[in-house]
């Protein structure tokens, strides 16, 4: 006590005699002391502690704890927490020392519990009452070990195969009923209905046809719809080890009203292959719900869901199978696993694992997957090798994962053999004479992605003359330019197609713009833009293919990336001056020998160009002025729809296609967003009356557009990187099939690579009492130093962006989330933080108002600095009320019962319970209770006649403590005017005339001789000694010894 005293005076002190290894927390409860009270940083605790017996380790590491802390934080209260956190302690090992020695330590404890800083550790933040803080550092740290936000174990969630976490949803659209409308638009495992009117005149052999020719118009919806459910189900479920993942049905049949007759197609006919691509799409939207990179999917698993019929695997499962290898699972395939399934020649199979392995390994170059793939790339076999009969849709999908898996590689062979593949020449028999627009068009991504970004920078391709050749097959000239004659003869002549010496730039023009567009991305480069540019004429742009020019205008701006602004004022300046002065000029299509058609025609397609440039450039950023402009040009579209000049003009078709590019690159814009205006477009061009006019296409880009909104529940954004930008150009490219089996111009597997450009941006608050989802007010700081309030859970724009989230309002505690690069990549698994409500508050979902938070706070703010709160039969319920705390509860239940006497008054302790109880609560200190009840034991021990020193020693110490924090001007965490009206009872109860125990039993000045000057007979009451000892230190009277001292200086 004396030497803790003089520490706080700033005095000398003689150093505390230790022994190592024996009596450690006193150490570290010296050490505490001397960062507290010595007033600087550099401390030498060789002047506060004095080592007894050998040295050992612990006393080498003491000494290094103690210097790491000294440096540890911005204030001594901070050191003070870090020291003990870092030695082990907690607080219920804190509840061990004696009051009056911890109290220092549960001031530095509730000074930090307010200012928490964002470099602790989870231990430290739990030391310091800080649970949200420490949950959110381990949810963090272990994020392997948590579920994603709208991740639920999969039990029997329907058929529909749309099953999510109904509470996260709920809690970002609080308002409306969106989801479910999203998940009406998207249901395809019920029958249809079909409500047609049989007339008079038809028969019933006829009317059954009619039915099924509506059945089958409806039936190209269903068919599409599975596309956009992958998008919409993204990485939301977490499968059963032990069980097979269940895949929902796509049903096509029709029902009848009002007797809901089953309609099939039995009267009429519908291609033999007409389901294959929708079960695949179905299967790959099931195996896009998996979670990427669940540990318990592994080969096993995969192999135990592979369900075969006669032998082969389905078109549903081969589906699953490239699901699962966009999600990242494939890689947990062995050589032999692998060997087994592509040994099955399953086409869609094979296609599968070459896709969803490449996507897996992207960028990885990973030389024994690189082999798998060219051997079903026939122009990369070696020379002589036996015919291996790649089906053709293998062989594109072969092509584009030899791009994905050496992604920005600029690898020269395959750069070389890419470019010729472009080219596309028909051979002999049937070589390359069918879908080869889908086959050149590969080609052009795959040379894209392998030269991303690298332009005329890399070394490797200096000397290919890359650009020229690639203008060679968009403005046409000789295939021996490119393929050299030698090569042309030995592939000799094809007898199914004649095309010349000439190259073919129909087939191979598109696709060497998006090469040119990938491969020189971001680099500004004049000279490739100056050849990409348009024709300066009306003449020289009408001999341009429409859609040629669509395709020119999204490569120029890819290459001048940060040229692109989102305003019509750069749409604007992408249509040259004579194409706007005559397009549309109905009143003169036959007077003016310009070209209307064309200039039409030219106009719609420059503009869907430049707004795919826009959407791919601010995807995910849900920039206003970005999305405010496409939703301007959906207008402009739809109102040339509605308009039958315009539409016959330009055709409907091509129209069709640019307004389904636009509302694509609004939903890419505000995605993860939800947002109602695109989704209305999407509801309005979705159920149009006319379903001849949607084709199985629309149908597609269209419902993908609804997918991109609500991607993985809103819990998913996309990237803009290079490898983003290259991915969502293959998943969005402009040309749909015309039906569920048409791959000639792209390959429906390829409208799934979006998942590679897909990064999880949800942030979703949980209170950390019951784990609950919750909504938290928050501010989000941006690295450029902006700043904006949000709402969470919510979409967060990219991560880079992001310097830190602070957690801030009036219901919860606040505290800052520093956004490092550790904590970006676990927060995309785990997604949650954990936050602590205020005493009194309430959730926003329990009190959207805040009208109860406002009334419980008011109730009992009047009563904070009080002794006693209120009357006993209200403390209780209410303090249940402000807390909901286990310990609370159970504090309120048995120690503030209302047990009454006969008198009809409550017990004076129960009053006392009351008052710490509801102090302790309502400034969030409920460490301190066990010493409030010590203190007020102690009184009550004196009254019953039961003294004891060491706890007085313990109440002085603590009340020496508390007036020089005041005398500091620091604000003390236990109460001065409690422990001064404490001091007051003790000394009533010492020396009151009712009270008194001394003066009622005599014998006072007998016991004060024995104390100053000492007898060799004790005193006979043993415990009227212990009272006087009490009272003289209660009085601050000196120690016997001292005051012999004091008392000799004053004597003559």
Same mark, same amino acid.
């Given at each position: 006590?004396?030497?803790?005293?003089?520490?706080?005076?700033?005095?000398?002190?003689?150093?505390?005699?230790?022994?190592?290894?024996?009596?450690?927390?006193?150490?570290?409860?010296?050490?505490?002391?001397?960062?507290?009270?010595?007033?600087?940083?550099?401390?030498?605790?060789?002047?506060?502690?004095?080592?007894?017996?050998?040295?050992?380790?612990?006393?080498?590491?003491?000494?290094?704890?103690?210097?790491?802390?000294?440096?540890?934080?911005?204030?001594?209260?901070?050191?003070?927490?870090?020291?003990?956190?870092?030695?082990?302690?907690?607080?219920?090992?804190?509840?061990?020392?004696?009051?009056?020695?911890?109290?220092? #330590?549960?001031?530095?404890?509730?000074?930090?519990?307010?200012?928490?800083?964002?470099?602790?550790?989870?231990?430290?933040?739990?030391?310091?009452?800080?649970?949200?803080?420490?949950?959110? #550092?381990?949810?963090?740290?272990?994020?392997?070990?948590?579920?994603?936000?709208?991740?639920?174990?999969?039990?029997?969630?329907?058929?529909?195969?749309?099953?999510?976490?109904?509470?996260?949803?709920?809690?970002?659209?609080?308002?409306?009923?969106?989801?479910?409308?999203?998940?009406?638009?998207?249901?395809?495992?019920?029958?249809?209905?079909?409500?047609?009117?049989?007339?008079?005149?038809?028969?019933?052999?006829?009317?059954?046809?009619?039915?099924?020719?509506?059945?089958?118009?409806?039936?190209?919806?269903?068919?599409?719809?599975?596309?956009?459910?992958?998008?919409?189900?993204?990485?939301?479920?977490?499968?059963?080890?032990?069980?097979?993942?269940?895949?929902?049905?796509?049903?096509?049949?029709?029902?009848?009203?009002?007797?809901?007759?089953?309609?099939?197609?039995?009267?009429?006919?519908?291609?033999?292959?007409?389901?294959?691509?929708?079960?695949?799409?179905?299967?790959?939207?099931?195996?896009?719900?998996?979670?990427?990179?669940?540990?318990?999917?592994?080969?096993?698993?995969?192999?135990?869901?592979?369900?075969?019929?006669?032998?082969?695997?389905?078109?549903?499962?081969?589906?699953?199978?490239?699901?699962?290898?966009?999600?990242?699972?494939?890689?947990?395939?062995?050589?032999?696993?692998?060997?087994?399934?592509?040994?099955?020649?399953?086409?869609?199979?094979?296609?599968?694992?070459?896709?969803?392995?490449?996507?897996?390994?992207?960028?990885?170059?990973?030389?024994?997957?690189?082999?798998?793939?060219?051997?079903?790339?026939?122009?990369?076999?070696?020379?002589?090798?036996?015919?291996?009969?790649?089906?053709?849709?293998?062989?594109?999908?072969?092509?584009?994962?030899?791009?994905?898996?050496?992604?920005?590689?600029?690898?020269?062979?395959?750069?070389?053999?890419?470019?010729?593949?472009?080219?596309?020449?028909?051979?002999?028999?049937?070589?390359?004479?069918?879908?080869?627009?889908?086959?050149?068009?590969?080609?052009?991504?795959?040379?894209?992605?392998?030269?991303?970004?690298?332009?005329?920078?890399?070394?490797?391709?200096?000397?290919?003359?890359?650009?020229?050749?690639?203008?060679?097959?968009?403005?046409?000239?000789?295939?021996?330019?490119?393929?050299?004659?030698?090569?042309?003869?030995?592939?000799?002549?094809?007898?199914?197609? #004649?095309?010349?010496?000439?190259?073919?730039?129909?087939?191979?023009?598109?696709?060497?713009?998006?090469?040119?567009?990938?491969?020189?991305?971001?680099?500004?480069?004049?000279?490739?833009?100056?050849?990409?540019?348009?024709?300066?004429?009306?003449?020289?742009?009408?001999?341009?293919?429409?859609?040629?020019?669509?395709?020119?205008?999204?490569?120029?701006?890819?290459?001048?990336?940060?040229?692109?602004?989102?305003?019509?004022?750069?749409?604007?300046?992408?249509?040259?001056?004579?194409?706007?002065?005559?397009?549309?000029?109905?009143?003169?299509?036959?007077?003016?020998?310009?070209?209307?058609?064309?200039?039409?025609?030219?106009?719609?397609?420059?503009?869907?160009?430049?707004?795919?440039?826009?959407?791919?450039?601010?995807?995910?950023?849900?920039?206003?002025?970005?999305?405010?402009?496409?939703?301007?040009?959906?207008?402009?579209?739809?109102?040339?729809?509605?308009?039958?000049?315009?539409?016959?003009?330009?055709?409907?078709?091509?129209?069709?296609?640019?307004?389904?590019?636009?509302?694509?690159?609004?939903?890419?814009?505000?995605?993860?967003?939800?947002?109602?205006?695109?989704?209305?477009?999407?509801?309005?061009?979705?159920?149009?009356?006319?379903?001849?006019?949607?084709?199985?296409?629309?149908?597609?880009?269209?419902?993908?557009?609804?997918?991109?909104?609500?991607?993985?529940?809103?819990?998913?954004?996309?990237?803009?990187?290079?490898?983003?930008?290259?991915?969502?150009?293959?998943?969005?490219?402009?040309?749909?099939?015309?039906?569920?089996?048409?791959?000639?111009?792209?390959?429906?597997?390829?409208?799934?690579?979006?998942?590679?450009?897909?990064?999880?941006?949800?942030?979703?608050?949980?209170?950390?009492?019951?784990?609950?989802?919750?909504?938290?007010?928050?501010?989000?700081?941006?690295?450029?130093?902006?700043?904006?309030?949000?709402?969470?859970?919510?979409?967060?724009?990219?991560?880079?962006?992001?310097?830190?989230?602070?957690?801030?309002?009036?219901?919860?505690?606040?505290?800052?989330?520093?956004?490092?690069?550790?904590?970006?990549?676990?927060?995309?698994?785990?997604?949650?933080?954990?936050?602590?409500?205020?005493?009194?508050?309430?959730?926003?979902?329990?009190?959207?108002?805040?009208?109860?938070?406002?009334?419980?706070?008011?109730?009992?703010?009047?009563?904070?600095?009080?002794?006693?709160?209120?009357?006993?039969?209200?403390?209780?319920?209410?303090?249940?009320?402000?807390?909901?705390?286990?310990?609370?509860?159970?504090?309120?239940?048995?120690?503030?019962?209302?047990?009454?006497?006969?008198?009809?008054?409550?017990?004076?302790?129960?009053?006392?319970?009351?008052?710490?109880?509801?102090?302790?609560?309502?400034?969030?200190?409920?460490?301190?209770?066990?010493?409030?009840?010590?203190?007020?034991?102690?009184?009550?021990?004196?009254?019953?006649?039961?003294?004891?020193?060491?706890?007085?020693?313990?109440?002085?110490?603590?009340?020496?403590?508390?007036?020089?924090?005041?005398?500091?001007?620091?604000?003390?965490?236990?109460?001065?005017?409690?422990?001064?009206?404490?001091?007051?009872?003790?000394?009533?109860?010492?020396?009151?005339?009712?009270?008194?125990?001394?003066?009622?039993?005599?014998?006072?000045?007998?016991?004060?001789?024995?104390?100053?000057?000492?007898?060799?007979?004790?005193?006979?009451?043993?415990?009227?000694?212990?009272?006087?000892?009490?009272?003289?230190?209660?009085?601050?009277?000196?120690?016997?010894? #001292?005051?012999?001292?004091?008392?000799?200086?004053?004597?003559?």
């Amino acid at each position: 006590m004396e030497w803790t005293q003089r520490m706080m005076e700033g005095e000398e002190v003689e150093p505390f005699p230790v022994l190592f290894g024996v009596t450690n927390r006193l150490i570290y409860l010296l050490q505490s002391y001397a960062i507290l009270f010595a007033g600087h940083n550099d401390i030498d605790m060789s002047r506060f502690t004095r080592r007894c017996g050998r040295s050992s380790s612990f006393e080498e590491e003491a000494n290094k704890i103690f210097l790491d802390v000294q440096t540890a934080g911005s204030s001594q209260e901070e050191r003070v927490v870090v020291l003990l956190a870092k030695v082990g302690m907690t607080q219920s090992l804190l509840q061990t020392i004696p009051f009056g020695v911890c109290l220092p #330590l549960w001031n530095c404890v509730s000074y930090c519990q307010h200012s928490p800083s964002s470099t602790w550790s989870p231990n430290i933040c739990q030391l310091v009452g800080r649970e949200d803080i420490a949950k959110s #550092l381990t949810s963090i740290s272990n994020s392997d070990s948590y579920k994603p936000p709208l991740v639920s174990e999969h039990q029997d969630e329907g058929d529909d195969g749309m099953g999510m976490d109904e509470e996260v949803l709920k809690l970002i659209f609080k308002e409306d009923l969106r989801i479910a409308e999203v998940r009406n638009c998207l249901q395809s495992s019920k029958p249809v209905t079909i409500d047609l009117k049989q007339k008079p005149e038809v028969s019933d052999h006829d009317f059954l046809e009619d039915q099924e020719e509506v059945l089958l118009l409806a039936t190209q919806r269903t068919m599409a719809l599975p596309v956009a459910r992958g998008m919409f189900t993204l990485g939301s479920v977490q499968p059963l080890p032990v069980a097979q993942f269940p895949i929902p049905k796509l049903d096509v049949t029709g029902r009848a009203p009002p007797k809901n007759t089953t309609i099939n197609f039995e009267h009429i006919t519908v291609p033999d292959n007409m389901m294959l691509w929708a079960q695949f799409n179905n299967g790959v939207a099931a195996g896009l719900r998996i979670t990427p990179n669940l540990s318990k999917v592994d080969s096993s698993w995969i192999l135990l869901n592979l369900e075969k019929e006669d032998q082969q695997v389905s078109s549903t499962m081969a589906g699953f199978l490239m699901g699962l290898g966009l999600n990242g699972h494939l890689k947990h395939l062995s050589e032999m696993e692998l060997c087994n399934l592509l040994s099955q020649r399953n086409e869609l199979c094979t296609l599968s694992l070459l896709i969803g392995i490449a996507a897996s390994k992207c960028g990885s170059g990973d030389m024994h997957f690189h082999s798998v793939v060219t051997l079903h790339i026939s122009s990369l076999l070696p020379t002589g090798s036996a015919d291996m009969d790649i089906p053709h849709s293998v062989e594109i999908a072969a092509i584009l994962s030899a791009g994905i898996l050496h992604m920005e590689s600029a690898n020269r062979h395959l750069t070389e053999s890419m470019l010729k593949e472009i080219a596309c020449v028909p051979g002999p028999q049937l070589e390359y004479s069918v879908d080869r627009e889908s086959h050149a068009l590969a080609a052009g991504l795959s040379l894209g992605m392998i030269c991303l970004g690298a332009g005329g920078k890399s070394i490797h391709l200096s000397d290919m003359n890359l650009m020229q050749k690639l203008f060679v097959y968009i403005e046409g000239g000789s295939k021996a330019s490119i393929l050299g004659s030698s090569s042309l003869k030995n592939r000799g002549a094809s007898h199914v197609i #004649l095309e010349g010496d000439q190259i073919n730039v129909n087939v191979s023009g598109i696709p060497a713009i998006l090469a040119l567009g990938l491969a020189y991305l971001k680099t500004h480069d004049r000279d490739v833009s100056l050849k990409l540019s348009l024709p300066s004429t009306c003449k020289s742009l009408s001999l341009v293919r429409p859609d040629f020019l669509l395709f020119k205008i999204l490569s120029y701006n890819l290459i001048n990336w940060n040229d692109i602004y989102p305003e019509k004022g750069f749409i604007n300046q992408q249509i040259p001056e004579f194409v706007q002065k005559w397009s549309f000029k109905f009143n003169q299509v036959s007077s003016s020998k310009v070209d209307i058609e064309a200039m039409s025609q030219a106009e719609v397609n420059i503009v869907a160009g430049a707004c795919l440039a826009i959407g791919l450039r601010y995807a995910g950023t849900a920039d206003r002025k970005a999305y405010r402009t496409l939703m301007d040009y959906m207008r402009y579209y739809l109102l040339k729809m509605d308009d039958p000049n315009s539409s016959n003009l330009v055709g409907r078709v091509a129209l069709e296609k640019c307004m389904n590019l636009t509302l694509l690159s609004a939903s890419m814009v505000m995605n993860g967003t939800g947002d109602l205006e695109v989704f209305r477009y999407v509801r309005h061009l979705g159920r149009r009356k006319s379903l001849g006019e949607v084709t199985y296409g629309n149908h597609m880009a269209i419902h993908m557009a609804l997918g991109f909104l609500f991607l993985g529940g809103c819990q998913y954004s996309l990237e803009n990187t290079n490898k983003a930008v290259a991915v969502l150009l293959t998943a969005v490219y402009p040309t749909f099939p015309l039906e569920s089996s048409d791959n000639r111009y792209h390959l429906q597997a390829f409208r799934h690579l979006y998942v590679m450009a897909a990064e999880r941006r949800f942030l979703l608050p949980r209170n950390v009492e019951n784990g609950k989802a919750c909504s938290v007010p928050a501010v989000l700081h941006m690295k450029d130093g902006s700043s904006f309030q949000i709402s969470l859970p919510t979409i967060l724009p990219s991560w880079e962006t992001i310097e830190k989230v602070e957690v801030k309002g009036e219901r919860y505690w606040e505290f800052v989330l520093n956004v490092t690069e550790d904590i970006q990549r676990s927060l995309q698994t785990s997604g949650s933080v954990f936050v602590k409500e205020r005493v009194g508050s309430s959730s926003y979902e329990d009190d959207p108002s805040g009208q109860r938070s406002s009334l419980t706070q008011a109730l009992f703010s009047s009563y904070r600095d009080h002794d006693s709160f209120y009357t006993l039969g209200q403390s209780i319920v209410n303090v249940k009320e402000l807390s909901k705390s286990s310990l609370v509860h159970t504090y309120a239940t048995y120690l503030c019962s209302p047990v009454i006497r006969s008198t009809g008054r409550e017990l004076p302790w129960q009053q006392f319970y009351n008052s710490v109880l509801t102090e302790c609560v309502l400034k969030e200190k409920m460490y301190l209770l066990p010493s409030y009840i010590k203190i007020e034991q102690l009184v009550r021990d004196l009254q019953m006649g039961q003294p004891s020193i060491f706890e007085v020693q313990q109440f002085m110490s603590a009340l020496a403590f508390v007036k020089w924090f005041a005398k500091k001007e620091i604000e003390c965490v236990l109460s001065e005017k409690f422990l001064s009206t404490q001091e007051i009872r003790l000394l009533c109860v010492l020396e009151g005339s009712e009270n008194g125990y001394l003066q009622e039993r005599g014998g006072f000045r007998d016991l004060l001789r024995w104390y100053l000057f000492g007898s060799e007979t004790p005193p006979s009451n043993t415990t009227q000694a212990i009272l006087l000892v009490c009272l003289l230190q209660l009085n601050h009277i000196p120690p016997p010894h #001292l005051l012999n001292l004091t008392l000799k200086s004053w004597l003559p």
